[in-house]
C-alpha cells in the first residue's frame, strides 16, 4: 500500500549512512575488536619478576664486579626487557582494552579455543551472571505502546476493511482502469528481480482475461491478500514448511516464498547494505497473490471443474524476516531521538488485515545462531571463529543493556549491524510479546523445529488443522511425508563440525532467561530446551 499518505514514513533518505556511532551506546561500539577482560593473576608472567623496584645496590658496587659480570647483568637486563615487551605486544594484538567496565567481573571463564590453555595464552572473562541479571530486570520493563491505528496509515483505497464473504482468503474486487490490452505486469518490480516469478507473470498474462468480470458496465479484478503468514524465524525450517504447504492443492498457486514486502521493499529496501533503491507498491506485491485470485475467480464463475474447491484456495507467504526486521525506520528516521521505533511490521498487517493466522516456528537458538553463522558466513568459518564472534556480540549486548531498554537493544539497527553474528534473533520471547499485543493468541501457532523434525505427519496435522485445511487424501499425505527436506546445511559446512563446547555453554547461559519467558508465555516447558 501507498506510504505517501502516512506522516511517519513517507519522509526516505536514500544517501544516509547509518553508522554505529549514530547511537551513543559505547564508545567502542561499531568496533570488531573483542573487548577481553584479563585477570593478571592468571598470566604468564613468573612471580618474582618485577621491573619497577629493580635493587639499586648492585648499580652502586659495579666497581667492585669483574667486567664480565658487569656485561652479563646488562645482557641479562636487556633480555628481560625484550621479554616484557614481547607480552605487552602479544596483548596488544589480540584486541585487549583495560577500558572501565559498567558492572564488576563474574566469575566465568570462557575460553577462546581448546588450544588457548595448551597455547598458554590468556583466559578471557565475561561478565555473565550479571548480564542475566541485567535481562531479568529488563524482562519487567517489556510493556509496549500500541500506536492509533490512524497513527499506523491512512488506509490504501485498493484494500478495504471487509473481504468477501465465502471466499477462505482474504480477497475483494478492485475496478480496473485504462485499456484492458495494456500489461497487467510489466512493471512489476518482483518480476524484475526474480526470473521465477517472471515466468510466473508470463503465464497469468495469458489467463488475464479470467480474472476480469463485469458489473453494472464496469470492469474488476480479483485482488487478494495472504490468508496466513509464516514470519519466522531465520533458519528455523520455515523453507521446508512452506514448500511442504504448497504441495497441497489448495495452496499450490503461491508464488514467491520471502517477498520481504512489508519490512523492506515496501520501503525502498532490497538490501539493507546497499542503502535505499527504489519502493515496491502495494500493487506489485498482490501481483503475487494473483495465480490463486485468477483461480478462485474461475470457480466463482463456474467455469472449472474445480469449482467447488474455489472458495477453499488458500494464499500466503514465508518472509523469515516478518517477525523481527524493523531496521527501516531507523534508516529512515534516524535523526528522531526515539530509541525503539514507533511502529512495528504487525501494526500495518493487522490495519488492513486484523484476521490474519500468523505461523511461527522456532529452534534451539544456540543451534539456530551456529546455523545462521554457517549460512550466511561465505569464508573463513571455522568453530573458533564462531567463537569469537559470539564473544563479541555478547559483550556488545551487554554494553547496550548498560545504558538502554531490553526493547531498545533488541531491535536496536547500530547494535544489530555492529554484532558480527546475528545474536538477538534468539530472544523470540520479545518478538513474540509484541505480535501479542495486537493480535490475539489463537490466531499464532507458535511450532519447534525438533517437534517438527521428529514428527512430522503430527506436526503437519496441527498446522493444517490451524489453517482449516483437509482431510487429505492418502496419496497428498505421502507425499508430504516423504519429501526431503529443504534447506539443509551443506556439506561444505557439516565438515566443519559442531560448536566449541565453550560456545555451547556460554550461548546456553545467555539464552536462559529468554527461553524461559518463552515457556512461561506459551506455558510449555519444552521451549526451555534441554540445558535450560
Known amino acids: ?312 484456495i488458500i494464499t500466503g507467504e514465508a518472509s523469515a524476516s516478518t517477525m523481527w526486521d524493523n531496521q527501516a525506520w531507523s534508516y529512515l528516521h534516524g535523526n528522531q531521538e526515539q530509541t525503539e521505533p514507533p511502529f512495528l511490521a504487525q501494526d500495518f498487517i493487522h490495519a488492513v488485515q486484523p484476521g490474519a493466522k500468523i505461523i511461527v516456528i522456532l529452534r534451539d537458538p544456540v543451534e539456530r545462531l551456529y546455523s545462521d553463522y554457517l549460512y550466511f558466513t561465505l569464508a573463513n568459518k571455522s568453530a573458533e571463529d564462531f567463537h569469537q564472534k559470539v564473544f563479541e556480540c555478547v559483550q556488545l549486548f551487554q554494553s547496550c543493556l548498560s545504558e538502554r531498554s531490553l526493547r531498545s537493544c533488541v531491535y536496536n539497527t547500530s547494535l544489530f549491524n555492529a554484532m558480527p553474528v546475528r545474536l538477538t534473533l534468539g530472544m523470540y520471547f520479545v518478538f513474540l510479546l509484541d505480535w501479542l499485543t495486537i493480535f490475539q493468541r489463537e490466531q499464532i501457532l507458535v511450532l519447534r523445529l525438533e517437534d517438527y523434525a521428529a514428527n512430522l505427519r503430527k506436526t503437519l496435522k496441527t498446522v493444517f488443522d490451524f489453517l482449516g485445511v483437509g482431510p487429505l487424501s492418502e496419496q497428498v499425505e505421502a507425499s508430504l511425508t516423504k519429501r526431503p527436506m529443504s534447506n539443509t546445511r551443506r556439506a561444505k559446512d557439516r565438515i566443519l563440525g559442531p560448536m566449541l563446547p565453550a560456545t555451547r555453554n556460554l550461548l546456553s547461559q545467555f539464552y536462559q532467561p529468554f527461553n524461559r519467558k518463552l515457556a512461561s508465555i506459551l506455558n510449555q516447558t519444552s521451549f526451555l530446551w534441554s540445558y535450560s
Not at 100 to 127: K, N
Not at 237 to 249: A, Q
Not at 278 to 304: K, T
Request: glycine share 6%; charged share 25%.
Open 1 to 312: 500500500m501507498s506510504l505517501k499518505h502516512s506522516k511517519h514514513w513517507s519522509h526516505t533518505h536514500s544517501t544516509y549512512s547509518y553508522r554505529p556511532h549514530n547511537l551513543p551506546l559505547t564508545d567502542n561500539f561499531g568496533k570488531r575488536s573483542i573487548r577481553t577482560f584479563v585477570d593478571f593473576r592468571h598470566t604468564n608472567m613468573p612471580e618474582g619478576l618485577d621491573i619497577k623496584g629493580f635493587p639499586l645496590l648492585c648499580l652502586i658496587n659495579l666497581t667492585c664486579v669483574s667486567k664480565v659480570k658487569v656485561v652479563s647483568f646488562l645482557l641479562g637486563l636487556v633480555l628481560t626487557f625484550l621479554i616484557m615487551a614481547s607480552y605487552l605486544l602479544m596483548w596488544d594484538r589480540k584486541g585487549l582494552q583495560l577500558s572501565a567496565l559498567p558492572h564488576p567481573l563474574g566469575p566465568m571463564v570462557i575460553m577462546t579455543s581448546p588450544t588457548t590453555a595448551e597455547d598458554s595464552l590468556d583466559s578471557i572473562f565475561i561478565d555473565l551472571k550479571t548480564l542475566v541479571k541485567m535481562i531479568n530486570s529488563n524482562e519487567q520493563n517489556m510493556s509496549r505502546k500500541v500506536p492509533d491505528e490512524k497513527d499506523v496509515m491512512n488506509t490504501d483505497p485498493l484494500i478495504p476493511r471487509h473481504f468477501l464473504p465465502h471466499i477462505k482468503s482474504p480477497c475483494w474486487y478492485q475496478e480496473l482502469s485504462g485499456d484492458i490490452g495494456t500489461d497487467p505486469y510489466k512493471n512489476n518490480r518482483f518480476s524484475l528481480h526474480s526470473k521465477s516469478f517472471k515466468n510466473v507473470c508470463d503465464h497469468m498474462r495469458a489467463r488475464f482475461h479470467q480474472n476480469v468480470c463485469d458489473r453494472d458496465g464496469k470492469r474488476f479484478r480479483l485482488r487478494c491478500l495472504p490468508y496466513f503468514y509464516i514470519i519466522g524465524q531465520p533458519k528455523c525450517g520455515t523453507t521446508d514448511l512452506f514448500h511442504r504447504l504448497l504441495m497441497l492443492p489448495e495452496l499450490k498457486f503461491n508464488t514467491i516464498k520471502e517477498p520481504h514486502w512489508w519490512t523492506r521493499k515496501r520501503f525502498g529496501y532490497i538490501r539493507f547494505k546497499k542503502g535505499f533503491q527504489e519502493r515496491f507498491p502495494i500493487e506489485d506485491y498482490l501481483d503475487l497473490f494473483d495465480l490463486a485470485a485468477i483461480n478462485i475467480q474461475v470457480g466463482i464463475s463456474g467455469n472449472s471443474s474445480g469449482e467447488h474447491r474455489a472458495n477453499e
